[in-house]
């Protein structure tokens, strides 16, 4: 290979050794990097080339004794282990050695042994017989009156009584005849001569017979078969270089020419299945990955870009203009330009690539692409190569690292929807406060939208305002009339008061929503009593005391506090806090409201935290509990329709809105009902959560022609139902079509079982179809009458006779209505039917 690039052979017996070929061949072994073998140290040890990062070279021995190499073929037998066939320029193929086997008498035997071919001209490739090992061919230049694929048997000797002419004793070199110990060494007869009058550019024995020998000659692809070699089966092509075989499927072989590479199928050899595309620049070297199934890989000249051709999943040509898709990817090894690559013969994709300039080695793993697959039921699949990895919700281990696992899982919004929808969530519309106990009972958000729900849609909308008015707490300025404000003392004193409160009906009506009262009306107090004692009983003594703080009954507020503290598993620090509200006094500059005012930011619950912010507020300025983002926005919205007066109040409640909307914070249903408002604030809660099970049924209760049928609302609904056909909840996804169709009717779908006619397809009844019949009226074929005494005789489609009842002889179709409480119905339509034989088991026997 003087004045050429270098190549790479791996070891046929030793993954750990390789040899370059180049001027002279160099037998290599690869191993780990030692100390200083790594490319960022400085320092190696004589003779150890560093590969990467983790792997190093080591030279075991040189071999310079054979000049002119051209090709060069590793023995595939263990013994004698480093034989190599050299082919060189004149046409000898030369065996030789790289002293690691010289004690054995195999490799004595073989080493130095020449085999001469007729006329001298270039030997471009070699190939050993992998079934018979004594078997070499040679691909030799064109000579007109010779062959170019010379087959040798190296175990076979010239001895003077083999010598048959002058003309073979004349090609033996003088030196060789000289030395009688030598003279055996020489072969001039091959085994097999093919190819007359042509040139062999390439070669490589068919796995499936040792006697199957595929050959790139000059203008064509040709399988010789050494059984007969006067015939051979030949395709004309240009793609007759670097032939090679896949090792993983024997059929398929890929050869090339300049920048193309086409790949055949054996079995149909006519054409190539697949032309890979034409690259700029001629290749040099193109071989497929032993380790990995329809990898072939392909190098251009004066490139440092390996090209990586993935034919694994290519289907078989339906048609003979038909050809596979491949997957194509690119790799770069280092940044020099490359001379040659060798993939490993068992590390999965990994290869050795030399430049071509300074012949630098690389060790190279061609990472293979991952590919993902998520199911429905969360659980997340990966492969790399040869392995697959997998990870499901139940793997979580007892460490802290499972810990993590199971909180992320938890907080997954598929994992939830999925449990949830085991539960029956959403479904309950009897008490429809209790689906956020279906749904874990740990989401605020949940747990106050269904609250609403069974507040807003169960009581003061239908009672007060009926089913025609919007749901939504945004009234315009027509519901600011009849206002009313008030000054009352605190409860249990005379003490009157600082903060002004106000009433009306709308107001009376949104504290009713809000869930503090359950009557209202102009001029009368706001009985919170039952909702401070739900409140107890829930433990919430903290929003408890604040509720009953703003409705002015501090002592009230006290006790609940006081109880709080003294309960099992009670905050004691509820008590410091009772004794410091005791303390409270109106006065602005007294040292109990400036000692509040500057402590009580330090307090961590936010109700605790409101309380002191409203004893300590100006009347009228209550920002420290208005957006205390902390607190409910029930109590929120309820705060503000008892002390903003009607100029403050709209402002708040659309500065809250635009708030809750943006955030997608479900607590703001409250505020915009189920309108258009509404499904913004679902919009933003479903771009942020993912959570469309939550938002199907939320606003499947809204109105049909309004809510119901918005593109969103649609979508969401969809993306449910196929959620539940993902996680074959089948039984799951018809009760959500049972559901869906008593809220909104529009949504039941169409029928679609009917009896049709058996020749031409249509159905025998205009009444059974949801679209109007198109064909004639049943009177032109012999129906008439009422419809009680009709009989039908014939489809009213092609007129064919229709089949008669086994048992009452009547024909498909006809109303059985003369005998009462023995109809059958068409399935879907409700409309009556003949019998018929597959209608008999859904009608009452009476026929």
């Known amino acids: 290979m003087s004045g050429s690039k270098p190549d790479i052979l791996w070891s046929p017996h030793h993954p750990d050794r390789y040899v370059i070929c180049d001027s002279e061949l160099g037998l290599y072994r690869i191993g780990p990097a030692g100390g200083g073998g790594g490319r960022s140290g400085g320092e190696t040890k004589a003779g150890t080339l560093p590969l990467s990062e983790d792997t190093a070279a080591t030279l075991l021995a040189i071999n310079s004794d054979t000049p002119y190499m051209k090709c060069v073929a590793w023995y595939p037998k263990h013994e004698p282990e480093c034989l190599l066939a050299v082919g060189q320029a004149n046409g000898r193929v030369v065996l030789t050695g790289l002293g690691q086997s010289h004690g054995s008498s195999r490799c004595k035997e073989l080493t130095g042994k020449e085999f001469i071919p007729k006329h001298a001209r270039q030997c471009n490739t070699l190939a050993w017989n992998p079934h018979d090992s004594r078997w070499l061919a040679a691909g030799l230049d064109k000579h007109r009156a010779d062959f170019s694929v010379l087959i040798w048997d190296v175990s076979r000797q010239l001895s003077p009584e083999s010598t048959s002419s002058a003309a073979e004793k004349s090609r033996v070199p003088a030196a060789v005849a000289a030395d009688a110990d030598t003279a055996g060494s020489a072969v001039t007869k091959p085994l097999y001569e093919l190819g007359q009058n042509d040139a062999c550019l390439s070669l490589c024995w068919l796995p499936q017979d040792q006697k199957l020998l595929l050959a790139g000659m000059h203008r064509n692809l040709a399988i010789f078969d050494l059984r007969n070699t006067s015939q051979k089966t030949f395709v004309n092509t240009k793609a007759i270089q670097g032939v090679t075989v896949d090792p993983h499927f024997h059929d398929r072989v890929a050869s090339f020419f300049e920048g193309q590479v086409a790949i055949w199928d054996l079995r149909k050899f006519e054409k190539p299945v697949l032309t890979l595309t034409e690259q700029p620049k001629p290749l040099t070297k193109v071989a497929w990955c032993p380790t990995r199934t329809g990898l072939l890989a392909t190098l251009t000249r004066d490139s440092n870009v390996i090209r990586l051709y993935d034919m694994q999943h290519?289907?078989?040509?339906?048609?003979?203009?038909?050809?596979?898709?491949?997957?194509?990817?690119?790799?770069?090894?280092?940044?020099?330009?490359?001379?040659?690559?060798?993939?490993?013969?068992?590390?999965?994709?990994?290869?050795?690539?030399?430049?071509?300039?300074?012949?630098?080695?690389?060790?190279?793993?061609?990472?293979?692409?991952?590919?993902?697959?998520?199911?429905?039921?969360?659980?997340?699949?990966?492969?790399?190569?040869?392995?697959?990895?997998?990870?499901?919700?139940?793997?979580?281990?007892?460490?802290?690292?499972?810990?993590?696992?199971?909180?992320?899982?938890?907080?997954?919004?598929?994992?939830?929807?999925?449990?949830?929808?085991?539960?029956?969530?959403?479904?309950?519309?009897?008490?429809?406060?209790?689906?956020?106990?279906?749904?874990?009972?740990?989401?605020?958000?949940?747990?106050?939208?269904?609250?609403?729900?069974?507040?807003?849609?169960?009581?003061?909308?239908?009672?007060?305002?009926?089913?025609?008015?919007?749901?939504?707490?945004?009234?315009?300025?027509?519901?600011?009339?009849?206002?009313?404000?008030?000054?009352?003392?605190?409860?249990?004193?005379?003490?009157?008061?600082?903060?002004?409160?106000?009433?009306?009906?709308?107001?009376g009506l949104a504290l009713r929503l809000c869930g503090w009262t359950s009557r209202t009306g102009v001029g009368q107090e706001v009985d919170a009593e039952p909702f401070l004692r739900s409140l107890e009983q829930e433990r919430e003594w903290q929003r408890a005391a604040a509720v009953a703080l703003f409705n002015l009954d501090i002592r009230r507020a006290i006790q609940l506090l006081h109880n709080g503290a003294t309960t099992d598993k009670g905050d004691l620090n509820l008590s410091v806090v009772a004794m410091a509200l005791s303390g409270y006094t109106d006065e602005r500059n007294s040292l109990w409201r400036e000692m509040c005012s500057s402590l009580r930011s330090q307090l961590r619950n936010p109700y605790l935290l409101v309380m002191f912010a409203f004893l300590t507020s100006e009347p009228g300025a209550y920002d420290g509990v208005l957006y205390e983002s902390s607190v409910a926005v029930r109590d929120r919205v309820?705060?503000?329709?008892?002390?903003?007066?009607?100029?403050?109040?709209?402002?708040?409640?659309?500065?809250?809105?635009?708030?809750?909307?943006?955030?997608?914070?479900?607590?703001?249903?409250?505020?915009?009902?189920?309108?258009?408002?509404?499904?913004?604030?679902?919009?933003?809660?479903?771009?942020?959560?993912?959570?469309?099970?939550?938002?199907?049924?939320?606003?499947?209760?809204?109105?049909?022609?309004?809510?119901?049928?918005?593109?969103?609302?649609?979508?969401?609904?969809?993306?449910?139902?196929?959620?539940?056909?993902?996680?074959?909840?089948?039984?799951?996804?018809?009760?959500?079509?049972?559901?869906?169709?008593?809220?909104?009717?529009?949504?039941?779908?169409?029928?679609?079982?009917?009896?049709?006619?058996?020749?031409?397809?249509?159905?025998i009844s205009y009444s059974c179809s949801s679209v109007p019949h198109q064909g004639r009226g049943f009177s032109q074929y012999g129906v008439s009458g009422s419809p009680t005494k009709s009989k039908v005789t014939s489809c009213p489609g092609c007129r064919k006779p229709l089949p008669r009842c086994a048992l009452c002889l009547m024909n498909m179709g006809t109303p059985v209505s003369s005998c009462p409480g023995k109809e059958a119905y068409r399935l879907g339509t409700g409309a009556p039917l003949g019998c018929g034989p597959v209608w008999i088991t859904a009608r009452i026997r009476g026929c």
């Open 638 to 763: 309820a705060f503000a329709c008892m002390f903003l007066n009607d100029t403050q109040l709209p402002r708040y409640m659309e500065k809250l809105t635009n708030e809750l909307k943006e955030a997608g914070n479900l607590e703001g249903m409250v505020l915009t009902g189920l309108t258009r408002d509404g499904v913004d604030l679902m919009e933003s809660y479903v771009d942020r959560t993912g959570d469309v099970q939550t938002a199907s049924f939320c606003m499947l209760k809204g109105s049909p022609g309004d809510v119901v049928k918005d593109p969103r609302v649609q979508c969401w609904i969809e993306n449910y139902r196929h959620l539940l056909d993902a996680w074959r909840f089948w039984h799951k996804r018809a009760e959500f079509d049972i559901h869906r169709g008593k809220l909104d009717p529009s949504s039941k779908p169409l029928a679609q079982v009917f009896v049709s006619c058996n020749f031409c397809g249509k159905s």
């Open 314 to 507: 290519t289907p078989t040509p339906i048609g003979d203009e038909t050809e596979p898709t491949i997957i194509e990817r690119s790799v770069r090894p280092c940044d020099s330009q490359l001379g040659s690559f060798a993939w490993h013969p068992s590390a999965q994709n990994r290869m050795v690539v030399v430049s071509a300039a300074n012949r630098v080695m690389t060790d190279f793993t061609v990472f293979e692409r991952i590919s993902l697959a998520w199911s429905s039921t969360a659980s997340l699949t990966w492969a790399c190569g040869r392995h697959l990895y997998d990870c499901t919700e139940d793997g979580a281990d007892g460490g802290g690292g499972g810990v993590g696992v199971e909180n992320a899982i938890e907080k997954d919004i598929a994992t939830k929807m999925r449990q949830r929808a085991q539960s029956r969530y959403g479904h309950d519309t009897a008490q429809v406060w209790r689906n956020h106990l279906l749904a874990g009972g740990d989401d605020p958000q949940l747990k106050s939208l269904c609250i609403t729900y069974e507040t807003v849609y169960r009581g003061p909308r239908a009672e007060a305002a009926g089913e025609q008015t919007r749901p939504s707490l945004l009234w315009d300025q027509g519901h600011r009339q009849g206002t009313t404000e008030s000054r009352r003392c605190w409860s249990g004193s005379e003490r009157t008061a600082s903060a002004v409160r106000y009433h009306s009906e709308e107001r």
